[in-house]
């Protein structure tokens, strides 16, 4: 069995595997707020939180410019590398990145 070291219970966890994605510590505001909610063009409702940094997270497809919740950054959907589930987007503009999480699919560690 191998030894972890204790989880911080402020650390933010995939909710279907448990994988480490970011810690509270990294909330940051975009637009004058940390938490944004948004309708996709299919109609459906996402509650996002944004964030510096995450980790532990796939890519898929190419960055997109279209439909943009925050104008002037480029999407691209993020999902968590162990289990795949569809954790948010990564938005970049220029020097700028952050990361937008679905706050329905994390869990607070540990």
Known sequence: M????PRDPRELLCRTCRARITHEDHRIEVN?????TFVNPGG?????G???SATHLGQLGRPETAF???PGFSWQ????KTCRTHL?????CADDRFTGLLLDEL???P
């Open 77 to 80: 959907v993020v999902v968590c």
């Open 50 to 52: 944004c964030f510096a």
């Open 2 to 5: 191998r030894d972890e070291a």
């Open 44 to 48: 459906f409702m996402h509650r996002i």
């Open 107 to 109: 869990v607070s560690g």
């Open 88 to 92: 948010g987007w990564i938005y970049r």
């Open 32 to 36: 004058g707020a940390h938490e944004h």
């Open 68 to 70: 943009s919740w925050f």
